[in-house]
């Protein structure tokens, strides 16, 4: 399985941004998949994940509300869709493959997933 992140740009603030997470090599519905987000200096933060187990969806508590994560099987494709961007919405994007098959491990826990995307930079400022 091979992630491929895409999407990612510069927008001002209050601005809305759709980032993609393509996969290959196998067929994404096995698997739930992760979004996470790291500036420099700070550990990976949780941002999203969509299990295919049951269809469950989580948010990180910063971006509740304003993201919505959804899935193209057709296109083997997880989309974040980011509005109302804030500076500190900034951001190197990554997604990843949950490790535990159909299901978000819990609480976002970076050992849970694997498959990295080589991550898209979003970028919000005025």
């Known amino acids: 399985l091979q992630l491929v992140e895409s999407g990612g740009g510069s927008v001002q603030p209050g601005g809305s941004l759709r980032l993609s997470c393509t996969a290959s090599g196998s067929n994404l519905e096995y698997y739930a998949v992760g979004w996470f987000r790291q500036v420099p200096g700070k550990e990976r933060e949780g941002v999203s994940c969509h299990a295919t187990s049951d269809g469950s969806i989580f948010y990180g508590d910063s971006v509740k509300g304003r993201f919505t994560i959804d899935r193209d099987s057709a296109k083997n494709t997880v989309y974040l869709q980011m509005n109302n961007l804030q500076p500190e919405d900034t951001a190197v994007y990554s997604c990843?493959?949950?490790?535990?098959?159909?299901?978000?491990?819990?609480?976002?826990?970076?050992?849970?997933?694997?498959?990295w995307g080589q991550g898209t930079q979003v970028t919000v400022s005025s």
């Open positions: 990843g493959a949950s490790l535990w098959g159909m299901i978000c491990p819990s609480n976002f826990r970076l050992d849970g997933y694997g498959f």
